[in-house]
């Protein structure tokens, strides 16, 4: 919590007696390595983004607002402008189409309002 407080989930760390050459830039994932609350794809979990007005079920606007929001909330805890959203966890790629299938119209939906919520996603591997 107090990293997250003080900006300082980023750090240089002394890697050995090395000097200079043992100095390694690493960082504290905000999630570990799982995704924000609300965003899990998979079989195991009820996570679905329904983009479609006809369905009872359509969820895409609040689907967004909310990870507009979580996104604030985890760049506030870095100083860099750039920040990795982790979206995964052991064995929650076991229905690996609805990972990409929701990850698509996230990425998708997002870029297209970037300008408004300044926020730009990709796929990406640290």
Same mark, same amino acid.
């Given at each position: !919590? &107090?990293? &997250? *407080?003080?900006? #300082? /989930?980023?750090?240089?760390? #002394? ?5 200079? *050459?043992?100095?390694? %830039?690493?960082? !504290? ?9 609300? $965003?899990? %794809?998979?079989? +195991?979990?009820? @996570?679905?983004? /329904? @983009?479609?007005?006809?369905? *009872?079920?359509?969820? +895409? ?5 909310? $990870? ?5 909330? =985890? ?5 860099? @402008? ?8 052991? $064995?929650?790629? =076991?229905?690996? #189409? ?5 990850? @698509? ?15 730009? +996603? ?5």
């Amino acid at each position: !919590i &107090k990293r &997250k *407080e003080e900006q #300082n /989930m980023e750090m240089i760390w #002394n890697a050995g007696e090395g000097g200079d *050459e043992g100095k390694i %830039f690493t960082g !504290i994932n905000y999630n570990v390595y799982g995704p924000p609350p609300g $965003f899990c %794809f998979d079989s +195991l979990c009820t @996570d679905v983004i /329904m @983009d479609d007005k006809r369905l *009872e079920d359509y969820n +895409l606007d609040e689907k967004l607002s909310s $990870f507009i929001n979580l996104t604030y909330e =985890q760049a506030a805890a870095y100083k860099s @402008d750039h920040i990795m959203m982790t979206m995964g966890e052991d $064995f929650q790629y =076991q229905e690996a #189409n609805m990972w990409y299938k929701n990850l @698509d119209k996230l990425i998708k939906y997002m870029n297209e309002n970037q300008e408004e919520h300044k926020i730009h +996603l990709m796929y990406s591997t640290p």
